[in-house]
C-alpha cells in the first residue's frame, strides 16, 4: 500500500551515514541542507497516498510505476502518473521514487534475463520488485565508476578498491568494497542498488555484481555534494534550490555485507550489463525522465512569457517569434513522450508485457542533452539583466527605508516590485544559479555520456532502414541516365 508523506520521512531516520562539509548528518527531515527537499518528496507521497491525484497515481493501492504495462493504454496511463508528480517539482525533482519504481518493474517484466549457469538471481530481482512495490519504497541508484582514469577498465585502476568489488563471500551473502558515483537523491532513498550501466571489461568479474541495500546499511556511506538547499537564503529568494534540491552523493562501501536474496547479479560482466538494456529497465526510465523533461520545458517556457509580459516585450515581434521557438521546443519534448509510447514494443514476446519503443527513446536522450541548453539560452536572452539587477533578498522589500526605493526602481507598468523580484529570483534559481548549473549538466548526463548514447543510436536507432532508403534510390538509376 501507499505511505503518507508522513510515514515517508520516519523511514528516513535510520541511521544512515551521510557526510556533508565534514559533518555527519544526523537526520536529512530536520537538516537545513535537506530538509525542504525531504518535504517536498514527502509532498508526493501524500498525492499518491491520498488526495484527488490517488487515481491517477496508483492502481490497486500501488503507484503505477510498479506496474508492469501490458498495453498502450497502460503505458499511457503510467505517464499521466509521471505527469502529475513531475508537475509537482515543476521538472526540477528528476530521481522521484517513480524513476527507479520503473526500473525494478522493468527486471519484474523478464526475470529469466537474471537466470545463469553460474548464478540464478531471478528470485532476488523479482523479491526486489515486490518488496519496493509492497512497502512503497523510494528506490535510488549508483551505476556508474567513478571517472578516475576511464581509459582502464575497474580492475585495472591504480588501487584494487576504487569501484565497488566483491571482496568476500560469507555465509548468507558477500562482502561489498569500493565506491559509485553519482547517486541523485540517494541521501533521501530507501534502498539504493549498486551496478553497473556501462559494459565492463572482461577480466572485471569482481565489480560485475548488482545488488540493493537499505540506505542505512552499517558501512554505507553517502559523501554529499554542496547543497544548495543549505546556500538558499529562503524560499522567497530561491523558491527552486530551497526546496526541490535533490543531491548527488558519491557513495562508499566499506566492507558492507549484502544478503544474497538482494544479490540480482553475481560476478558476470554479461548479465550485469545486459539486464539495463535487455529488460524494460532503461526503456522505463527514459519514459518517466521525458515526461519530466517536457514538464521542465512548460515550466521554462511559462517563465519567459510570464518575464516578456511584465517587461512588456511579449508583443515585440521578436519576442514573440522566441517564445513560438520556446513552444516549439516544448511540442518537441511532448512528441518524443506521445512517439515512444506509440511505438510500443512487446517484451520477451508479450509475456514481460510492453515497453516505450526502442529508438525513439533512446533519441529522447540525445534531443534533450542538446535541446535544454539551447532552451535555458533562450529564455536568458528574453530576461536580459533584470535577472542580475535584483534586491539580495526579500528583506530589501520588507525594510522600511530600503524598501520604497526597490517599490519604485524595480518595477514593471502592472508589476508591482514584489511580484516582479519574486518572477525574477524564480527565473534565476532556474536558469543561472549554482542549481541551474547543476541542472544544465543533469540534463546532459544523468542518461549517460554523449559519447555513449550517440554510438548505441548508431547501432540500434535504425541505421539500416536509412541506407537501405538511400541505396534504393541509387539503385533506382546509372549511368545510362547520363543524358
Ligand atoms: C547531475 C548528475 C546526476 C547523476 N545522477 C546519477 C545517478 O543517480 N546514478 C548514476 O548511476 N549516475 C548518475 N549520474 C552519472 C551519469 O550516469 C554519468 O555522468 C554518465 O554516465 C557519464 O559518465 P561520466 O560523468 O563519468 O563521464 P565520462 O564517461 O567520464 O565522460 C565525460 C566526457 O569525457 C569524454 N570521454 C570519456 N570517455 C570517453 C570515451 N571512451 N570516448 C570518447 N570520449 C570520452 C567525453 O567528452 C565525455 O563527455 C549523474 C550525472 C550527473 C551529471
Same mark, same amino acid.
Given at each position: 500500500?501507499? /505511505?503518507?508523506?508522513?510515514?515517508?520521512?520516519?523511514?528516513?531516520?535510520?541511521?544512515?551515514?551521510?557526510?556533508?562539509? $565534514?559533518?555527519?548528518?544526523?537526520?536529512?527531515?530536520?537538516? +537545513?541542507?535537506?530538509?525542504?527537499?525531504?518535504?517536498?518528496?514527502?509532498?508526493?507521497?501524500?498525492?499518491? !497516498?491520498?488526495?484527488?491525484?490517488?487515481?491517477?497515481?496508483?492502481?490497486?493501492?500501488?503507484?503505477?510505476?510498479?506496474?508492469?504495462?501490458?498495453?498502450?493504454?497502460?503505458?499511457?496511463?503510467?505517464?499521466?502518473?509521471?505527469?502529475? %508528480?513531475?508537475?509537482?517539482?515543476?521538472?526540477?525533482?528528476?530521481?522521484?521514487?517513480? &524513476?527507479?519504481?520503473? $526500473?525494478?518493474?522493468?527486471?519484474?517484466?523478464?526475470?529469466?534475463?537474471?537466470?545463469?549457469?553460474? &548464478?540464478?538471481?531471478?528470485?532476488?530481482?523479482?523479491?526486489?520488485?515486490?518488496?519496493?512495490?509492497?512497502?512503497?519504497?523510494?528506490?535510488?541508484?549508483?551505476?556508474?565508476?567513478?571517472?578516475?582514469? /576511464?581509459?582502464?577498465?575497474?580492475?585495472?585502476?591504480?588501487?584494487?578498491?576504487?569501484?565497488?568489488?566483491? *571482496?568476500?563471500?560469507?555465509?548468507?551473502?558477500?562482502?561489498? /568494497?569500493?565506491?559509485?558515483?553519482? $547517486?541523485?537523491?540517494?541521501?533521501?532513498?530507501?534502498?539504493?542498488?549498486?551496478?553497473?550501466?556501462?559494459?565492463?571489461?572482461?577480466?572485471? *568479474?569482481? !565489480?560485475? *555484481?548488482?545488488?540493493?541495500?537499505?540506505?542505512?546499511?552499517?558501512?554505507?556511506?553517502?559523501?554529499?555534494?554542496?547543497?544548495?538547499?543549505?546556500?538558499?537564503?529562503?524560499?522567497?529568494?530561491?523558491?527552486?534550490?530551497?526546496?526541490?534540491?535533490?543531491?548527488?552523493?558519491?557513495?562508499?562501501?566499506?566492507?558492507?555485507?549484502?544478503? %544474497?536474496?538482494?544479490?540480482?547479479?553475481?560476478?558476470?560482466?554479461?548479465?550485469?550489463?545486459?539486464? %539495463? %538494456?535487455?529488460?524494460?529497465?532503461?526503456?522505463?526510465?527514459?519514459?518517466?525522465?521525458?515526461?519530466?523533461?517536457?514538464?521542465?520545458?512548460?515550466?521554462?517556457?511559462?517563465?519567459?512569457?510570464?518575464?516578456?509580459?511584465?517587461?512588456?516585450?511579449?508583443?515585440?515581434?521578436?519576442?514573440?517569434?522566441?517564445?513560438?521557438?520556446?513552444?516549439?521546443?516544448?511540442?518537441?519534448?511532448?512528441?518524443?513522450?506521445?512517439?515512444?509510447?506509440?511505438? &510500443?514494443?512487446?517484451?520477451?514476446?508479450?509475456?514481460?508485457?510492453?515497453?516505450?519503443?526502442?529508438?525513439?527513446?533512446?533519441?529522447?536522450?540525445?534531443?534533450?542533452?542538446?535541446?535544454?541548453?539551447?532552451?535555458?539560452?533562450?529564455?536568458?536572452?528574453?530576461?536580459?539583466?533584470?535577472?542580475?539587477?535584483? +534586491?539580495?533578498? $526579500?528583506?530589501?522589500?520588507? !525594510?522600511?527605508?530600503?524598501?520604497?526605493?526597490?517599490?519604485? &526602481?524595480?518595477?514593471?507598468?502592472?508589476?508591482?516590485?514584489?511580484? /516582479?523580484?519574486?518572477?525574477?529570483?524564480?527565473?534565476?534559481?532556474?536558469?543561472?544559479?549554482?542549481?541551474?548549473?547543476?541542472?544544465?549538466?543533469?540534463?546532459?548526463?544523468?542518461?549517460?555520456?554523449? !559519447? *555513449?548514447?550517440?554510438?548505441?543510436?548508431?547501432?540500434?536507432?535504425?541505421?539500416?532502414?536509412?541506407?537501405?532508403?538511400?541505396?534504393?534510390?541509387?539503385?533506382?538509376?546509372?549511368?545510362?541516365?547520363?543524358?
Amino acid at each position: 500500500m501507499t /505511505r503518507s508523506g508522513h510515514d515517508y520521512l520516519a523511514s528516513l531516520r535510520d541511521g544512515r551515514e551521510i557526510w556533508l562539509d $565534514g559533518e555527519r548528518v544526523g537526520d536529512v527531515t530536520s537538516h +537545513p541542507a535537506f530538509r525542504n527537499t525531504a518535504a517536498s518528496i514527502a509532498r508526493l507521497y501524500d498525492l499518491a !497516498h491520498d488526495s484527488a491525484h490517488t487515481p491517477v497515481l496508483t492502481q490497486g493501492g500501488v503507484h503505477r510505476a510498479y506496474a508492469i504495462p501490458r498495453s498502450y493504454e497502460d503505458l499511457v496511463a503510467r505517464r499521466e502518473a509521471y505527469k502529475v %508528480w513531475a508537475e509537482a517539482s515543476f521538472g526540477f525533482l528528476g530521481r522521484t521514487p517513480d &524513476y527507479m519504481a520503473g $526500473g525494478a518493474a522493468g527486471f519484474a517484466a523478464l526475470p529469466a534475463l537474471f537466470r545463469t549457469e553460474s &548464478y540464478d538471481g531471478s528470485a532476488a530481482a523479482l523479491a526486489y520488485h515486490r518488496r519496493l512495490a509492497e512497502g512503497d519504497l523510494y528506490p535510488t541508484f549508483t551505476l556508474t565508476n567513478p571517472q578516475t582514469d /576511464r581509459t582502464r577498465s575497474a580492475s585495472e585502476q591504480e588501487e584494487d578498491d576504487l569501484v565497488v568489488r566483491v *571482496v568476500a563471500e560469507k555465509d548468507g551473502g558477500i562482502v561489498v /568494497r569500493g565506491a559509485k558515483m553519482i $547517486g541523485t537523491a540517494a541521501v533521501f532513498g530507501n534502498e539504493v542498488i549498486v551496478g553497473t550501466i556501462e559494459p565492463l571489461a572482461p577480466q572485471d *568479474v569482481d !565489480h560485475a *555484481v548488482c545488488f540493493s541495500v537499505p540506505v542505512g546499511t552499517p558501512g554505507l556511506r553517502f559523501l554529499s555534494r554542496t547543497s544548495y538547499e543549505a546556500r538558499a537564503r529562503s524560499v522567497f529568494d530561491n523558491p527552486l534550490s530551497s526546496r526541490f534540491d535533490e543531491n548527488d552523493a558519491l557513495l562508499v562501501c566499506d566492507d558492507v555485507f549484502v544478503p %544474497w536474496e538482494r544479490v540480482l547479479t553475481y560476478r558476470n560482466v554479461d548479465v550485469s550489463f545486459r539486464m %539495463w %538494456w535487455q529488460t524494460p529497465a532503461y526503456l522505463n526510465f527514459v519514459h518517466q525522465a521525458a515526461t519530466r523533461f517536457w514538464t521542465k520545458l512548460e515550466f521554462l517556457t511559462g517563465v519567459a512569457i510570464l518575464i516578456t509580459k511584465a517587461n512588456n516585450t511579449y508583443e515585440l515581434p521578436p519576442v514573440t517569434q522566441a517564445i513560438g521557438r520556446l513552444l516549439g521546443k516544448v511540442a518537441q519534448a511532448k512528441a518524443f513522450v506521445l512517439a515512444a509510447e506509440a511505438s &510500443y514494443e512487446e517484451v520477451d514476446g508479450g509475456r514481460g508485457g510492453v515497453a516505450p519503443g526502442k529508438d525513439i527513446s533512446y533519441a529522447q536522450r540525445i534531443m534533450a542533452g542538446e535541446l535544454y541548453p539551447r532552451a535555458v539560452q533562450e529564455v536568458k536572452l528574453l530576461a536580459g539583466g533584470g535577472l542580475i539587477q535584483l +534586491p539580495a533578498s $526579500g528583506e530589501d522589500l520588507l !525594510h522600511p527605508e530600503i524598501g520604497p526605493l526597490v517599490r519604485k &526602481y524595480i518595477r514593471s507598468p502592472g508589476t508591482p516590485a514584489e511580484d /516582479r523580484v519574486k518572477l525574477l529570483k524564480l527565473a534565476w534559481d532556474a536558469l543561472g544559479s549554482e542549481f541551474a548549473g547543476r541542472h544544465e549538466q543533469y540534463e546532459r548526463f544523468y542518461h549517460g555520456a554523449p !559519447h *555513449v548514447h550517440l554510438m548505441q543510436q548508431a547501432w540500434e536507432g535504425g541505421a539500416p532502414a536509412c541506407e537501405a532508403l538511400a541505396r534504393t534510390c541509387l539503385d533506382g538509376y546509372g549511368l545510362e541516365r547520363t543524358r
